[in-house]
């Protein structure tokens, strides 16, 4: 893969195009898709069937005062919502999209990805302590241990996969489950795997729903009981670039799901294969999500907490060794 | 059960769920002594919108008191109608028609149902589910249509007067009435019970929290919907019957475990034995005129009168002192979530903060009616 | 409604200026500041029926920092009154008010000779942009009140104004 | 009715002096007989209340006692201002919680000057908020009470405003 300067800037508009587009139009998705839901119609005065809509909001929350409040904390008030977009949109920079669509194909993406991760917990952290408001600091607290005690059985059900493919590059675990959906990483069928990877598939789904603070784990942002959670203090763009981080973090945690275990851009009857597939696994994936946060009320923080260590790990740590031995006998 | 917590005490820092805040449905501002995430002391601050309705009620008479009564709770103000209009005629001795009565009744039960409907909307609200409200305000809008066709209005309704009630209803209503009832009975147990109270998360997060005992109830005058979720059956139109809800049989629903869950379930089946009286009183309907003769500007005798009345959210009581002229000499309205909200300080003590809110949630505050 | 165009800023760019304008018609963002019954009204308003959402205003902030539009529906009472001037100080610049309802607009029933706790209309502590009268106003007033401010914003009115009678 | 014969025979030790004016169906209203303590059965379909009970300030609280025991709850503590007769008077309303209903209207009155009467906080916790509003609304104070401070007004009012002369 010679890195010329001009593929190099070809991917760097590539991602930002698709981050930028995702990010703005993912929010009339979710308000779409929640009318829907609701049975009303959502956002339709602003352009065709509200098209438009994240283009107001964004223009309104462009022109907005950036109003930074007494006793904060002034650098770290203004670096946080920034350090939580990075990660999302370097996170994309690892993602095969397709074939040979894909940014940079290194050997150890997975491991790049979940690096990347646990910079935007810190982001939410330093959002909530920076802005100086008692409902931000609970909410970073309540940020930080969820977000940790999501992490590590997602990591765990990662592991399973990569020692089933054999690579920690994203690229070479998608091209192995090429064919058609019985070779996808969730019915492998030979040596036995099919099962452990329904039970990695579930978690790891669970545990994205977590990472991106989402209902029915919104402990961080929880609308009713925290006023606006770490996001009170932020006015105008800064509280732009939180939602778009959330709904950057989705898309990152979509294409994850679908690269590991629903084979990244193979189709499911064996034709040709195409990025259009990778993308329409994503879009299904990020609707059950707007689905979820639309259906589910808020758990506790304490529930919470025990499904991930007392449920969720054990469960993974089991799949982990069950696999290695499903390995080493056949 | 709350979370056994040992309350150290010696870092607490106080919070302000202040007078603007989702969960507070209003302008309550409780300070809350916070040890962590846990709540030490609560002390509810009331008073932010307290709108004078006393001073206003010795200052007019009777009859223009009415329409302030349907501003202090919004949600149930037929019921704040029909106090006011009890203890009036109880004072002056006024005859109601017998059609007026079955009115009242009727129009009483319809607005019942959609406080509950609301009060679902809005505990599940608190709670971080945001579709249930839409579906309760699409049946609640239902009601609202048939309140209006015959009140005028849509939330502040003065229909009552002290000799019966200002429209009679006609067939379109009571049509009406039957297809609305038919159709949340079909709703009721698909969309209500199955998605929402058999959630297991909805479960999880109300069952044994705020658990408030049948003593503390007596000892802080809790009545309705709080005081039937801690095993008393005190209902007042069963106990101390008024009106023409004697002709009727309705059971009161009592659930002795006094936790959220418990009252949660009690106006769920309230909302039932609501649709049976309506059901009942619409198959008895009787005839007749729906004003009967008063005088034009009322001198009830000088003395002490008191009347209660079955709100949705407990036993609403009207003190009024006359002394034989013809505005009140004094009335003290004695308001139900004034005495449900007042054992919130000792409830909350210990718990979550996110279970006192979903404990705040389950008391079905309305603001108004407390500052009056 | 006069034609007066809201000044975004000392340098005037006309087409930016119409652009933003026009971005934020669409998305006014109002704040959850429901004090009585009005507050009622405008729950129904964001219901399946009325549906705010049309107008993209249905993302009800709780926080004043993220919100547009401060609805005030209800009754400021003397208690309250320092805590509603600094929700509105605490909103940043391109903010705007509608005041909802007879008790926002003037205190409305409670406007008598003995009245010694309620603050007799918002703009005693703000400027007001809109009017709604009402006790309560329907939540097609509202949303007429959202057309109006919209007006008011970019100087074109969405849907033909109907005229009653 | 049994109840009301219980609480009547309860009540009527605290005032042995007054034989409690049997029966007199209260039609002449609380005025007619200018009777200074007792106890008066009252009809409650006209009334509301079963008993109207008059006793001194300090016999409140004695008074909050045996309805206690009685299983009475506190519905509600108003406060009247007669003018004319310069006098605070403060109603309680006991009633019962459940079973037989028997609703009890007990009433003290205080000299308009500087009104006092102890507090039955101690007893009925209910009261602590409502005689929080009465002192708010009347500025009558309520002896040894936890934290007599305003409720409903702003703190810093200086004024109670149902008293029938105040005029903001």
């Known amino acids: 893969m010679e890195t010329s300067l001009w593929r190099a800037l070809l991917y760097l508009v590539g991602i930002m195009a698709f981050a930028g587009v995702n990010a703005a139009w993912l929010g009339w998705c979710e308000r779409k898709g929640a009318a829907r839901i609701q049975r009303r119609i959502g956002p339709c005065e602003a352009g065709f069937a509200g098209l438009l809509q994240p283009l107001a909001d964004g223009l309104k929350l462009l022109s907005k005062q950036l109003l930074v409040p007494q006793g904060v904390d002034g650098i770290i008030f203004r670096v946080a919502p920034v350090l939580a977009m990075i990660p999302a949109i370097t996170s994309m920079a690892v993602i095969p999209f397709s074939e040979n669509i894909g940014a940079r194909a290194m050997e150890l993406s997975v491991l790049l990805l979940f690096a990347l991760a646990s910079i935007g917990m810190i982001a939410i952290l330093l959002g909530g302590w920076a802005s100086g408001n008692k409902y931000a600091i609970i909410s970073a ?84 009981e925290l006023v606006a959670g770490f996001m009170t203090e932020y006015g105008s763009m800064g509280f732009g670039l939180f939602m778009m981080g959330e709904y950057l973090n989705i898309v990152v945690g979509a294409c994850l799901t679908a690269t590991l275990f629903l084979g990244g851009w193979d189709c499911p009857f064996g034709l040709t294969p195409g990025v259009w597939w990778f993308l329409l696994k994503i879009y299904i994936l990020i609707f059950t999500f707007i689905w979820i946060r639309w259906t589910y009320p808020r758990t506790q923080i304490y529930r919470l907490l025990n499904l991930s260590w007392k449920i969720l790990i054990p469960f993974s740590l089991a799949n982990l060794l069950v696999t290695a031995a499903l390995i080493k006998v056949f | ?125 608190d709670l971080g589910g945001f579709t249930p409200l839409l579906y309760a305000f699409d049946d609640r809008e239902k009601i609202i249509d048939l309140l209006e066709r015959i009140t005028g209005s849509r939330l502040t309704y003065c229909y009552m007067r002290f000799s019966g009630v200002y429209n009679d209803i006609d067939d379109e209503f009571v049509a009406g009435t039957r297809d609305f009832i038919k159709r949340l009975r079909g709703r009721m147990p698909r969309l209500y019970h199955d998605l929402v109270t058999h959630n297991i998360i909805l479960i999880k997060r109300i069952k044994d929290i705020g658990f408030v005992s049948a003593e503390q109830c007596r000892r802080y005058g809790a009545t309705g919907p709080v005081a039937r979720g801690s095993g008393i059956d005190y209902d007042i139109r069963k106990n101390e019957p008024y009106s023409v809800y004697p002709e009727f049989d309705f059971d009161i629903p009592v659930f002795p475990e006094g936790d959220s869950m418990a009252r949660y379930m009690v106006r769920m089946h ?88 979903a404990f705040m949630g389950s008391l079905d505050l309305v603001i108004p009616e407390i500052d009056r | 409604m006069g034609e007066e165009n809201v000044p975004a800023s000392i340098v005037q760019f006309a087409q930016l200026d119409k652009l933003l304008n026009l971005g934020r018609a669409n998305s006014l963002w109002p704040m959850t500041f429901g004090l009585a019954c009005c507050a009622i009204e405008m729950m129904c308003t964001g219901g399946s029926r009325y549906d705010i959402s049309r107008f993209g205003a249905e993302v009800f902030r709780p926080s004043p920092r993220q919100s547009d539009v401060m609805i005030v529906a209800g009754t400021i009472n003397k208690k309250l009154e320092l805590a509603v001037k600094t929700l509105y100080d605490q909103m940043p610049e391109p903010k705007w008010v509608i005041a909802m309802g007879n008790c926002a607009i003037s205190g409305g029933p409670f406007k008598v000779k003995g009245n010694y706790n309620v603050v007799e209309g918002a703009d005693k502590l703000f400027p007001v942009d809109v009017y709604i009268p009402g006790c309560p106003p329907r939540p097609e007033a509202l949303l007429e009140g959202i057309m109006t401010l919209e007006e008011k914003i970019t100087g074109k009115r969405r849907w033909p104004r109907v005229h009653p009678g | 009715m049994g109840l009301l014969e219980r609480t009547q025979a309860a009540l009527a030790e605290l005032f042995p002096e007054a034989a409690s004016a049997p029966g007199a169906a209260g039609e002449g209203g609380a005025e007619a007989p200018p009777r200074e303590i007792g106890i008066l059965v009252t009809d409650p379909g006209k009334h509301g209340s079963h008993l109207d009970v008059l006793c001194h300030p300090a016999q409140v609280v004695a008074v909050a006692q045996i309805l206690d025991r009685e299983g009475y709850f506190l519905e509600a503590i108003s406060g009247v201002d007669w003018l004319d007769k310069q006098q605070f008077e403060v109603v309680y309303d006991y009633n019962r919680l459940g079973g037989e209903h028997c609703r009890v209207m007990v009433r003290t009155a205080l000299d308009r000057t500087h009104p006092v009467v102890p507090t039955i906080s101690g007893v009925f916790p209910a009261a602590d908020w409502h005689e929080r509003e009465t002192f708010d609304f009347y500025g009558i104070h309520f002896q040894d009470h936890p934290n007599l401070i305003r409720i409903l007004l702003p703190e810093d009012a200086d004024f109670h405003p149902l008293r029938k002369d105040y005029m903001p």
């Open chain 2, 270 to 357: 309230e909302m039932e034995q609501s649709m049976r009286i309506i059901e009942q009183a619409l198959d008895k309907l009787p005839g007749g005129p729906v004003m009967g003769k008063a005088p034009k500007v009322l001198k009830p005798e000088a003395g002490y009168y008191y009347s209660a009345v079955e709100t949705a959210r407990g036993s609403l009581g009207h003190r009024l002192v006359c002394n034989g002229d013809k505005n009140p000499y004094k009335l003290k309205l004695r308001s139900p979530t004034f005495s449900n909200l007042s054992l919130f300080g000792e409830v909350a003590e210990g718990m979550l903060l996110a279970d006192a809110l």
């Open chain 1, 141 to 224: 607290a309540r940020a930080v241990s969820q977000n940790l005690a999501y992490e590590i059985p997602m990591l765990i059900t990662v592991i399973t996969v990569v020692m089933i493919s054999g690579s920690m590059n994203l690229r070479d675990i998608a091209l192995d489950q090429q064919g058609g959906f019985w070779h996808w990483n969730i019915f492998r069928l030979e040596n036995g795997h099919f099962l452990t990877m329904w039970i990695s598939f579930i978690i790891f789904f669970i545990c994205s729903v977590a990472e991106t603070n989402r209902a029915p784990f919104d402990m961080a942002e929880a609308e009713s």
């Open chain 2, 1 to 125: 059960m709350t979370v056994p917590v040992h309350l150290r005490h010696d870092e607490t820092f106080v919070l302000n769920l202040g007078p603007q805040h989702p969960a507070t449905h209003g302008v309550l501002r409780v300070k809350l002594t916070m040890d962590g995430e846990y709540v030490v002391k609560a002390e509810p601050v009331l008073g932010y919108i307290h709108r004078m309705h006393e001073k206003l009620a010795e200052g007019g008479t009777f009859a223009q008191f009415m329409p302030n009564t349907a501003r202090m709770d919004y949600l149930h103000a037929l019921a704040f109608n029909h106090g006011w209009a009890l203890v009036v005629e109880k004072a002056a001795g006024i005859e109601v028609p017998e059609r007026a009565e079955y009115i009242r009744v009727i129009t009483v039960e319809l607005n019942r149902i959609a406080s509950h409907l609301l009060w679902w909307a809005a505990f599940l609200l």
